[in-house]
């Protein structure tokens, strides 16, 4: 040890090792990054006219946006409150047919072609946006907080059945196994075995999806699925900036509780 | 070189960690500072630095009043006082390297640090401390990936790099087992020497504090009780500091340490015999 | 032992929950259920619109098969829009959320004023959906992939913020305090002592993110900020049901392979 470090001197300099260690593929990766850049700005039909107008154009709508209007707050009210119903009706419907559905999806207590098909159903049902399923339900039962309802339904629904399926998949099967074993029936294992261990996160969860509920409910209004998104997609079409602001703000206070109940009662929940 | 009057500390909780302590440093000693939990070692050492504002009293370091001082002036004092930490404080997910140099970081620019383009010279002062401390070849491990013992050295050599004027060492070996403690204790003191660096040691380790220091310092409730050199800590002056209890056997211990610690361990001889 | 005491030690009926336990919980369960019901009834909704659901749905399925794949060269360029919009608004969040991540965690923010205004950006840009961004954005720069850009970088900053706020929050405190105590400028503290703490967090949300942004910017074009959203939209109000289903099934790859993807990579680098 010693003879190497009288050997040589001490080196002065010292570069931290780089997370690819070879040059050759860092820099080829730096030169990918950099063309992507190049193609996608360049793929982009922007119209730089236009976008370079925005700047005074958005200090001219920060403008009109102050004060914001709340004269008229009856609007304003009946939207909020069909949002919040819908999230509230939506809520309580996804977490009860969720269960079923959950449980079909948990690959170790369920048969095979079972377990597919909830998959494929919940897969399906969380790789489109809520406002694609918005317009869809839009198409099929008309404009109104019906089509809302359904599409927080449906999100609903498959958002909390992957986690009660991941949860029955993740739970302790030797406690399964063990009420089993005392010759139970496939309900009396789901209610002593199943339910005890996964129904606190169940809650967690639904608590949760009644949180993000309230949040897409403000959207879904945009496509003319009900609630306040119907409201303020009109003012920024009517140029109603002010009130556009109020609306804003409206929201912003609305998830804002909404979220403290939601963490206030999973906490409690703990 | 270090003098300290009157020394205040109280939390906004109310307690009184510290009420007037009075301590010179005017040669290059290692300081053992001993004393039971909660007496306030750590608060007397976090008050040197002002990472823990002292409430009352003064702290001088080579004349420089440090209580004083603004935020820009405090920055330039901590260069010149190397810090060790019990819990080690490495910058885990950093290599060695990276950690050992953060002790230059009171004296380079944000974009030196930032590309890690430290001066030659730092460079090679570290190269030499971890040969030092043993790590030498370990520059480019991360910190994450080495033991507790060799943490400690890591931090050893982080604060040894601001070339400091004062070492505050906070419980350098709780962490550590008792061999490994040994080792790491050793290893402060010889380098406090070496570079004529006084040294304020924390340490619960009655025995290895006797063995090891210069002075001793003894902390009770906040008040400093005892003041001298590791022969004159009897009995009587540690149920001053701890409170009765039957001291003989730690004592005892002590002197059976500086059996093993003396002569160097003896992996020399098993070395020899694997070499044949 | 006296007849009481057995009685109190070996109770005859054994109850899982106290009288008193077991009223509380169907208060909850009766509250509950009123909630949802309440919103539902008060939602006003036509259920008859509901009882041909299931024909309209029918109808739907039937034209919408089989998909007119000729149609897939038209919608190719809008569904590369749509993923360059989710990574560039992914980037510029990349660069934005740092610093206010720093101003909202409790142990970095210079001030109480500074950790409000962060506070409050995070969750503005929460609480607004990317849709009602790109409303926004729509009205500034004009129609366009530039406003989808800004659209999900605006909504992503609160997500990504809040998540590396709250690494921030966890650092070991020991390092910190050690890079203080060496005498390191603020900046120093932050990039020595914080920074390498929290990149893993920051590049595994920046890719959950971008995945995220994948699925948000597919709805951009109902607002007309760009990318697939902008075809999808109008061949449904033209009902071509036939291109509608081409393009939900290439929005149905697209979505799985990129979650594919940053799931993979998420693995990789934690």
Redesign the interface.
């Known amino acids: 040890m010693t003879d190497t470090a009288t050997a040589t001197p001490t080196p002065t300099r010292w570069k931290p090792p780089s997370m690819i260690e070879r040059p050759a593929v860092r820099y080829a990766l730096w030169a990918v990054a950099a063309a992507y850049l190049v193609w996608s700005m360049g793929a982009l039909e922007v119209d730089w006219g236009r976008v370079a107008q925005g700047f005074p154009r958005a200090g001219n709508m920060v403008a009109r946006m102050f004060p914001p209007d709340f004269s008229r707050w009856d609007l304003l009210v009946r939207g909020v409150v069909e949002s919040v119903e819908m999230a509230f009706a939506a809520s309580f419907i996804g977490m009860v047919l969720a269960v079923p559905l959950g449980l079909c999806a948990a690959g170790n207590i369920m048969p095979r072609p079972v377990y597919l098909v909830a998959r494929t159903l919940i897969v399906l049902s969380r790789t489109f946006h809520e406002v694609i399923l918005a317009i869809l339900f839009v198409k099929i039962v008309g404009f109104g907080p019906l089509a809302g309802l359904l599409t927080l339904v449906v999100a609903s629904v498959s958002f909390i059945s992957k986690m009660i399926a991941e949860d029955i998949e993740n739970m302790n099967m030797g406690q399964v196994e063990a009420v089993r074993a005392t010759g139970a029936s496939f309900a009396k294992v789901l209610v002593y075995a199943i339910q005890p261990q996964v129904l606190p996160r169940y809650l967690g969860v639904c608590i949760y999806r009644l949180d993000a509920n309230i949040r897409h409910s403000t959207v879904v209004g945009i496509v003319g699925a009900g609630g306040i998104g119907m409201t303020l997609s009109a003012t920024f079409k009517r140029y109603d900036y002010d009130f556009s602001m109020a609306i804003l703000l409206t929201i912003i206070g609305l998830v804002f509780i909404g979220e403290f109940f939601s963490n206030w009662v999973r906490g409690k929940l703990r | 070189m270090l003098e300290i009057t009157g020394l205040e500390k109280q939390y906004p909780n109310g307690f009184r960690a510290l009420h007037g302590i009075d301590l010179r440093v005017d040669e290059p000693q290692v300081i053992a500072v001993i004393g039971s939990s909660g007496a306030g070692k750590s608060t007397l050492i976090r008050c040197i630095n002002r990472l823990v504002e002292p409430t009352a009293g003064s702290v001088r370091l080579n004349g420089l009043e440090i209580t004083r001082l603004g935020r820009g002036d405090l920055r330039r004092a901590r260069r010149m006082m190397g810090m060790i930490f019990q819990e080690y404080n490495l910058v885990e997910r950093l290599t060695v390297m990276e950690n050992v140099l953060s002790g230059r970081l009171g004296y380079v620019g944000f974009w030196r640090a930032f590309r890690r383009a430290y001066p030659p010279d730092d460079v090679r002062a570290a190269f030499e401390l971890l040969e030092r401390v043993g790590l030498g070849g370990r520059h480019n491990t991360r910190a994450d990936a080495l033991s507790g013992g060799q943490r400690q050295r890591v931090g050893i050599a982080r604060a040894l790099m601001q070339a400091p004027d004062l070492l505050l060492v906070d419980e350098p070996t709780a962490s550590l087992d008792p061999k490994t403690s040994r080792q790491i204790m050793r290893l402060i003191c010889e380098l406090a020497h070496e570079r004529g660096t006084p040294a304020l040691v924390n340490i619960h380790d009655v025995a290895l504090a006797q063995n090891s220091a210069d002075r001793i310092v003894g902390l009770r409730d906040g008040d400093l009780v005892f003041d001298g050199g590791p022969a004159d800590l009897t009995g009587d002056a540690l149920n001053e500091i701890y409170g009765e209890e039957d001291w003989s056997a730690t004592i005892r211990s002590d002197e059976d340490d500086e059996d093993g610690a003396a002569p160097p361990p003896p992996p020399q001889a098993s070395a020899g015999a694997l070499g044949k | 032992m006296t007849p009481a005491d057995h009685a109190a030690r070996y109770p005859e009926v054994w109850r899982k929950f106290s009288p008193r336990q077991t009223v509380v919980r169907y208060i909850w369960f009766a509250g509950?259920?009123f909630?949802?019901a309440w919103?539902?009834r008060?939602?006003?909704?036509?259920?008859e619109?509901?009882l041909d659901?299931h024909e309209?749905?029918a109808d739907?399925v039937v034209r919408m098969y089989p998909p007119a794949w000729d149609h897939f060269g038209q919608i190719l360029?809008p569904l590369?829009?749509t993923i360059?919009?989710a990574?560039?608004g992914t980037i510029v969040t990349f660069g934005i959320s740092l610093p206010i991540a720093i101003i909202s965690a409790r142990n970095t923010t210079p001030n109480v004023v500074t950790w409000f205004i962060g506070r409050f950006i995070l969750?503005?840009s929460?609480?607004?959906?990317t849709?009602?961004w790109a409303?926004?954005f729509?009205?500034?720069?004009?129609p366009?992939?530039?406003a989808g850009i800004w659209a999900v970088a605006f909504r992503s900053i609160g997500f990504m913020g809040k998540l590396i706020a709250e690494a921030i929050e966890e650092v070991?405190a020991?390092?910190v305090?050690?890079?203080?105590?060496?005498?390191?400028?603020r900046?120093?503290v932050l990039?020595?002592?914080v920074l390498?703490?929290v990149?893993?967090v920051i590049y595994g949300t920046t890719v959950y993110r971008w995945d995220i942004n994948i699925?948000?910017s597919?709805?951009l074009g109902?607002?007309g900020a760009?990318g697939i959203g902008i075809q999808?939209?109008s061949s449904?109000n033209q009902f071509q049901w036939d291109e509608v289903s081409v393009m939900?099934l290439s929005?149905?790859g697209v979505?799985?392979v990129s979650e594919w993807i940053s799931a993979t990579v998420r693995e990789k680098i934690t």
């Open positions: 509950i259920v909630v949802a919103s539902l008060h939602l006003e909704i036509p259920w619109y509901f659901a309209q749905v739907l360029d590369l829009e360059h919009i990574t560039l969750v503005a929460r609480s607004i959906n849709v009602v409303l926004i729509v009205a500034i720069f004009g366009g992939p530039m070991d020991g390092a305090e050690a890079i203080e105590a060496t005498g390191a400028s900046l120093q990039m020595i002592g390498p703490q990149l893993p699925r948000e597919t709805v109902f607002v760009g999808l939209y449904i939900l929005v149905f979505v799985v």
